[in-house]
């Protein structure tokens, strides 16, 4: 089970992008944002897995 989602979020060139979760036919995933901190050139984003 998973219940908590931590993302970080650096400004990287990566060609065309890239997914941060791609999972073709399968169903959504409901998230609700729990915190978001921001410091130069970077994010984290806390996400809580709703449902």
Do not use: N, Q, W, Y
Not at 16 to 33: A, M, N, Q, S
């Amino acid at each position: 089970m998973l219940d908590e989602i931590l993302v970080f979020v650096v400004p990287v060139m990566l060609g065309d992008g890239v997914r941060l979760f791609d999972h073709p036919g399968g169903t959504d995933v409901k998230l609700e944002r729990v915190e978001l901190t921001e410091v130069p050139h970077a994010t984290s984003i806390r996400f809580r897995v709703v449902g």
